[in-house]
């Protein structure tokens, strides 16, 4: 069953804690994301990698920093979390780049106060 | 630059009525084009793709999109929306050569009155 999971769904922190949000796939995808996505902003790529230890920067990676160390699972990690990362935040995979569908895991929702 | 414009935030159909939501993009090579639904709480499920061949693909639950290479066009379209259609619907594009990333349109909000 190709599935992508994502935990925790349900996250809330204070102003200055650290946040690790987990994801995994089981379909031996080389290639995963993180987006976040805001009312309105619709999806915004924060980190793409390409297979382990192999990544690179999105769109809005000032704040986050990843770890890939195995292919089956990809990690957002937000040192000292602010209140505008605020988000939901989803994982998702793809055989490669390029032209390959992404699947999506369920989301994740941080508020932090 | 590569983009996506889905130009309606939001579209209100009745149940039973015809649908098309629109798509069009920038992209500088070979387009490879997608779309995806989102139910609410949920995240992205692909509705369909198109790579080449016939204009006009198939996917799930009664939906086509029908590509437009002139236009630059990929509009999403349901003969007969039910109520359990709405959703976000998101327009993207891809490539085929080299690390190419995915881009998103900003996402369609359908709301079905019964």
């Known amino acids: 069953d190709m599935k992508v999971t994502q935990m925790p769904r349900y996250l809330i922190k204070r102003m200055g804690e650290n946040v690790l949000l987990e994801c995994g796939q089981d379909?031996?995808?080389?290639?995963m994301y993180w987006y976040r996505q805001d009312p309105g902003l619709g999806l915004q790529l924060i980190y793409i990698?390409?297979?382990?230890?192999?990544?690179s920067e999105g769109d809005i990676p000032k704040g986050y920093r990843v770890s890939r160390k195995k292919r089956e699972h990809f990690s957002l990690i937000l040192d000292s979390a602010k209140t505008n990362q605020t988000s939901v935040y989803f994982c998702?995979?793809?055989?490669?780049?390029?032209?390959?569908?992404?699947?999506f895991g369920p989301g994740t929702r941080l508020t932090v106060l | 630059a590569q983009s996506v414009t889905q130009p309606d935030a939001r579209v209100t159909v009745s149940e039973g009525a015809s649908l098309q939501l629109r798509c069009k993009y920038s992209?500088?090579?070979?387009?490879?084009l997608f779309w995806y639904v989102q139910y609410p709480r949920q995240g992205l499920q692909l509705l369909l793709k198109?790579?080449?061949?016939?204009?006009v693909v198939q996917g799930v639950n009664g939906f086509e999109a029908e590509f437009i290479k002139s236009n630059s066009s990929f509009h999403l379209r349901k003969a007969s929306v039910h109520w359990s259609d709405s959703a976000v619907y998101f327009c993207?594009?891809?490539?085929?050569?080299?690390?190419?990333?995915?881009?998103f349109g900003k996402g369609t909000s359908l709301t079905v009155i019964p």
């Open positions: 993207a594009v891809s490539g085929n050569t080299g690390y190419q990333n995915f881009y």
């Open positions: 990698s390409y297979d382990v230890d192999s990544n």
């Open positions: 379909m031996s995808h080389e290639t």
């Open positions: 198109y790579y080449s061949g016939d204009p």
């Open positions: 992209y500088s090579g070979t387009p490879y």
């Open positions: 998702a995979s793809s055989l490669y780049t390029g032209q390959y569908e992404q699947y």
